[in-house]
């Protein structure tokens, strides 16, 4: 005690400087915050869901249309695997989550079995179907294909994780801070964004699935046949929000996607009268596609088609080889930001449906913040008024001000790394302010015990220090455990007082033992005491 390092004052010194420029932040205007110095610390805690109000939508990947997608991309697969190989077929269609085909020469069912199964996925050992998927002749020259049930739900839970990925890269594009994504059991994904009070506009950016394909229009087929159902072979109907045709005939295949695009900003066009507009740009893949389909169809229109809707087709009036161009529509402004961000972010992997979606109001959010605050100040008075009764004005007074040590590392900490204050991170902040004593009434008594033992002051307060650290180390050891197994097995509200409690664990160690060490040795060097107040 008597040669304390100097390491030491100047850790608790850092330490304290630190806690103060990055708690200084979350008490000034933010006027006053904008105009401090650049090398001043200008980040302050987020305010969770329930703190400041915002959207919490619950989302669930929709199965069914995910296992029609893959099997519709499928059946493409076979029909060109059967048109390469001369195996003539008919009544190729996906119904009931499976795809059935009928072969047309009986001699060359098993050949068609064959060439699926190498085509679609190779046979897995002892087994006649493929890794994913299961290829069956039955009646009547007839062959089904059907998802394997495991390998379907692996799909699913990838999808999943893909979606939360792009979701989050939406959602950061919008400029929406910290927002808490995270999934819910099989298939669901729960989002709370703070702060964002329009729900709609955060559906409109998070659900949509924003597939984009380039797909040529097949003006060969009369209006009559449209009419009677009947549709060229490897052509589909679309439903056209363009306002020229309510609909459009379409190839399926679609030789550029979204995957494609490298690039895509919001644009206005004044001169010629398209108003708000999306420009585009593709990667080297997609530019050589672009100049050979313009190159080759020149006089022909070119379907932009997002979700399974033509939003424009224009005509190709010569090659386009720089691989940009524009997307125009009957787009406001919003909307157009709105769809550079999805392209931007990507297509979701698999269609999504809302389950449930709550929006908290910011009254709501400044009423949690008003009570934290009070049990907050109310939890410190009590534990103030304890400390200065039981230790005294001095012994007790230096706790509560390792205490104020403890409180500005745990908001410059929290500020510093930008994390999300939640109302249960209240409790945990509150928790830890409360426990965070205990390592000092440990020090503290067993000063008394060493004193009445007969010890001198300086060996009570070495040994007060020494003795305690085992016991403060393992209680505090114990907490990080639990915190960091809420922190991985819990979600939300669970983790933000997971992670509250994680940084208080290690800061009330560090304020407790060191900052009350150099405390009570500048005291002692100071007055040279012949007894200690607490004796």
Do not use: C
Not at 46 to 70: F, I, N, P
């Amino acid at each position: 005690m008597m040669n304390l390092a100097r390491w030491k004052v100047i850790v608790v010194v850092l330490a304290t400087v630190f806690g103060l420029l990055f708690t200084l932040p979350n008490l000034l205007p933010a006027k006053v915050r904008d105009s401090l110095p650049a090398f001043m610390p200008h980040s302050t805690l987020h305010l969770g869901l329930d703190l400041q109000g915002g959207s919490d939508l619950l989302y669930s990947v929709d199965s069914a249309a995910l296992r029609t997608e893959r099997l519709t991309n499928m059946a493409e697969d076979i029909r060109t695997t059967f048109r390469d190989k001369n195996i003539a077929f008919t009544d190729l269609a996906v119904t009931n989550g499976e795809i059935g085909v009928r072969v047309t020469d009986p001699a060359q069912v098993t050949a068609a079995a064959n060439a699926l199964r190498g085509t679609i996925g190779a046979p897995l050992a002892g087994t006649t179907g493929g890794r994913d998927v299961t290829v069956s002749t039955l009646a009547d020259q007839r062959i089904r294909v059907a998802f394997v049930p495991e390998a379907f739900d692996a799909e699913v839970s990838r999808a999943v994780e893909q979606n939360i990925e792009v979701i989050r890269r939406r959602i950061d594009q919008m400029g929406t801070k910290e927002p808490d994504i995270s999934r819910r059991g099989k298939d669901r994904i729960d989002i709370q964004a703070a702060g964002e009070n329009d729900p709609e506009r955060l559906k409109n950016v998070i659900g949509q699935t924003a597939k984009l394909t380039f797909q040529m229009v097949d003006e060969q087929a009369s209006p009559e046949d449209l009419a009677a159902g009947r549709i060229p072979p490897g052509d589909e109907v679309i439903p056209s929000t363009d306002g020229i045709q309510p609909q459009y005939l379409v190839k399926k295949r679609a030789p550029i996607t979204g995957e494609m695009l490298t690039n895509a900003q919001p644009g206005f066009d004044q001169q010629g009268g398209l108003g708000a507009l999306v420009q585009f740009r593709m990667n080297s893949v997609g530019s050589t596609r672009f100049a050979d389909i313009t190159r080759n169809n020149i006089g022909k229109r070119f379907a932009i088609v997002l979700d399974k809707k033509v939003i424009s087709a224009p005509v190709i009036n010569g090659v386009i080889p720089s691989g940009s161009g524009q997307i125009t529509g009957h787009f406001t402004t919003e909307s157009a930001n709105d769809l550079s961000v999805l392209l931007r972010a990507g297509a979701l992997p698999a269609p999504m449906k809302v389950e449930e979606q709550r929006t908290v109001g910011a009254e709501l959010g400044a009423d949690a913040v008003k009570a934290g605050t009070t049990s907050a100040v109310v939890g410190l008075v009590a534990t103030m008024v304890f400390m200065l009764l039981i230790y005294g004005g001095l012994f007790g007074g230096i706790s509560l001000i390792a205490l104020a040590v403890n409180a500005l590392m745990i908001i410059g900490v929290m500020s510093f790394t930008q994390a999300t204050l939640t109302l249960p991170g209240i409790a945990g902040l509150i928790l830890t302010l409360a426990v965070a004593v205990d390592a000092n009434v440990l020090i503290y008594e067993r000063m008394r015990d060493e004193l009445r033992a007969g010890r001198s002051l300086i060996a009570s307060m070495e040994a007060g220090f020494a003795r305690a650290w085992g016991t403060i180390f393992d209680a505090n050891m114990t907490h990080m455990f639990s915190a960091a197994i809420m922190f991985n097995i819990g979600s939300g509200p669970v983790k933000g007082f997971a992670w509250t409690l994680s940084i208080g664990v290690l800061t009330t160690v560090f304020s407790a033992v060191l900052v009350t060490q150099v405390l009570l040795a500048w005291w002692f060097k100071a007055t040279r005491p012949k007894t200690l107040p607490i004796a």
